[in-house]
């Protein structure tokens, strides 16, 4: 699979889950609320998950992996203000935060190739799963884990 941006967008999936672990880590710490304190860890529980599915990605297909620099410290700074600040505004932050990734896991699975489009559709519903999750919570649906749970299959009891 070859485009311009492949590389930047291909990086962005490993910056984006040491991020995200960061981000939804910080925040489970700090939320005083259980029910909310559950939630964030099972966000941090996909965001795991995916990260492993993408250094197995990248070592069958034999890509160096580079580690991101300062996406663990802006998830931690940013999961703070997210744990402490009213959950409304912490889901509306959280679904507008989605929106970039989403670009970019996009692209990958539109220009993936046959045996590549499984592993990248799978990146583009995972971010959808954390948007489907705020806009759940924004809406103050039950199951707002749903999407999440669905990812995560049955080995995971969140």
Known sequence: MTYPQFKND????????????????TAAQLTR???RKQKWLALKALEEHTLN????YMQESGQAVVEPKGWALK????GAA?????????????????V???EKF????????????????????????IEAF???????QDNSLKAVRELLGASHKL
């Open 33 to 35: 609320n259980k029910e």
């Open 75 to 78: 998830g931690r700074a940013e």
């Open 100 to 102: 970039p990734f989403q």
């Open 106 to 129: 996009l692209r990958l699975k539109q220009h993936a190739n046959e045996a590549d489009q499984q592993f990248f559709a799978y990146v583009y519903a995972h971010e959808k799963a």
């Open 53 to 56: 599915r993408y250094l197995a």
């Open 134 to 140: 705020a806009k759940s919570e924004l809406s103050k």
């Open 10 to 25: 291909l990086q962005r999936i490993h910056e984006s889950e040491v991020y995200g672990i960061a981000l939804f880590d």
């Open 82 to 98: 997210l744990g402490l600040m009213p959950w409304r505004l912490a889901m509306k932050l959280l679904k507008d935060g989605t």
